[in-house]
Nanobody, 123 residues
Framework: HVQLVESGGDSVQAGGSLRLSCAFS????????MGWFRQIPDKEREGVAG???????SYADSAKGRFTISRDNTRNSVTLQMDRLKDGDTAMYYC??????????????????WGQGTQVTVS
C-alpha cells in the first residue's frame, strides 16, 4: 500500500531556511506527481509546489524564488527546500501523491494519498 512520511518541520527565525523531506513507498505511485501543500486553521489546504516524475515543477506564487522542490533519482523521496522564510509560511506542511489534471497540479482535491504533516513555525 501507499505510505508517505514527512520530516524536517521546525521552528525557525524569519529569513532562515528549512528542508522538508517526504519518504514514500508504492511502485506504481512513485511515477506519479508529488506535491507539497500547507494548511493553517480554518483555511483551505493550499498547494505550494509539485513535481512530476520527469522533473517538471509547479510553484505557487508565494513560493516562487524562495522554495525548490526536487526528487531523487530512485523516486523514493521528495524534498522541499525553503529559503528566506517569512511569517506567512507558518503552517502544517503535507506531502501528497496522485495524478492531477494538467491544469490542476496545485489543487489538493487532485491527490489521493497524504502524509501526516510536519509543522513549520516562522518567528
Amino acid at each position: 500500500h501507499v505510505q508517505l512520511v514527512e520530516s524536517g518541520g521546525d521552528s525557525v527565525q524569519a529569513g532562515g531556511s528549512l528542508r522538508l523531506s517526504c519518504a514514500f513507498s508504492g511502485y506504481t505511485y512513485s511515477s506519479y506527481c508529488m506535491g507539497w501543500f500547507r494548511q493553517i486553521p480554518d483555511k483551505e489546504r493550499e498547494g505550494v509546489a509539485g513535481i512530476e516524475s520527469d522533473g517538471s515543477t509547479s510553484y505557487a506564487d508565494s513560493a516562487k524564488g524562495r522554495f525548490t522542490i526536487s526528487r531523487d533519482n530512485t523516486r523514493n523521496s521528495v524534498t522541499l527546500q525553503m529559503d528566506r522564510l517569512k511569517d506567512g509560511d507558518t503552517a502544517m506542511y503535507y506531502c501528497a501523491t496522485g495524478q492531477p489534471r494538467v491544469f490542476r497540479r496545485l489543487y489538493a482535491d487532485q491527490y489521493a494519498y497524504w502524509g501526516q504533516g510536519t509543522q513549520v513555525t516562522v518567528s
